[in-house]
T-cell receptor, first 113, second 117 residues
Framework: SQQGEEDPQALSIQEGENATMNCSYK?????LQWYRQNSGRGLVHLIL?????REKHSGRLRVTLDTSKKSSSLLITASRAADTASYFC?????????????FGDGTTLTVKP | DTEVTQTPKHLVMGMTNKKSLKCEQH?????MYWYKQKAKKPPELMFV???????INESVPSRFSPECPNSSLLNLHLHALQPEDSALYLC????????????????FGAGSRLTVL
């Protein structure tokens, strides 16, 4: 099974609301990344958080990492219709797999105008 | 140039055809990847080239044959595919690449949508 599991699978909110999606993983990691994918397109890197970090911000994005619970969350504040996309976490567990990113199942976010 | 370019955008082929997907990047990245993505699923890693050498093959069937002619180009040769191989094929690149201590941020192309009839 995939290293990362995300919930919810789907999330529908109104423009201006905040969106939170969660990612859980099974093994210890070097870092965790979040990517966005618009329908049928390539993925775009959003933010990276390393295993020794607990929180990072980038614009309207806030990512937290709890290595004791093997989980991460992505918060998008003041959402916009353009944020409608699928969001994937990707983990890099280091060692012989260093640099080999494994993607979670993804959360599909719909932001209604 | 911060792009990964994939061609063609769409490809329809029969099970007896031979075709190729192409990927190009000019960011100086030394690792290039092929991912396969089925509808409503996450990308699944197929192959990784690091410094133009195949470093990871995720037990992909031999009907998929990757090639890295130089550090900027990555091809995926397709032969005798099955209908279940229909998917979005994504190319990505990163610097430095697998096996290194640095974090690998992937830059993806827009994908090639493959339909096998």
């Amino acid at each position: 099974s995939q290293q990362g599991e995300e919930d919810p699978q789907a999330l529908s909110i109104q423009e201006g609301e905040n969106a939170t999606m969660n990612c859980s993983y099974k093994t210890s990691i070097n870092n965790l990344q979040w990517y966005r994918q618009n329908s049928g397109r390539g993925l775009v890197h959003l933010i990276l958080i390393r295993s020794n970090e607990r929180e990072k911000h980038s614009g309207r994005l806030r990512v937290t990492l709890d290595t004791s619970k093997k989980s991460s969350s992505l918060l998008i504040t003041a959402s916009r219709a353009a944020d409608t996309a699928s969001y994937f976490c990707a983990t890099d567990d280091g060692g012989t797999n260093a640099g080999k990113s494994t993607f979670g199942d993804g959360t599909t976010l719909t932001v209604k105008p | 140039d911060t792009e990964v370019t994939q061609t063609p955008k769409h490809l329809v082929m029969g099970m007896t055809n031979k075709k190729s997907l192409k990927c190009e990047q000019h960011m100086g990245h030394r690792a290039m990847y092929w991912y396969k993505q089925k509808a409503k699923k996450p990308p699944e890693l197929m192959f990784v080239y690091s410094y133009e050498k195949l470093s990871i093959n995720e037990s992909v069937p031999s009907r998929f044959s990757p090639e890295c002619p130089n550090s900027s180009l990555l091809n995926l040769h397709l032969h005798a595919l099955q209908p279940e191989d229909s998917a979005l094929y994504l190319c990505a690149s990163s610097q430095p690449g697998p096996g290194s201590s640095g974090a690998n941020v992937l830059t993806f192309g827009a994908g090639s949508r493959l339909t096998v009839l």
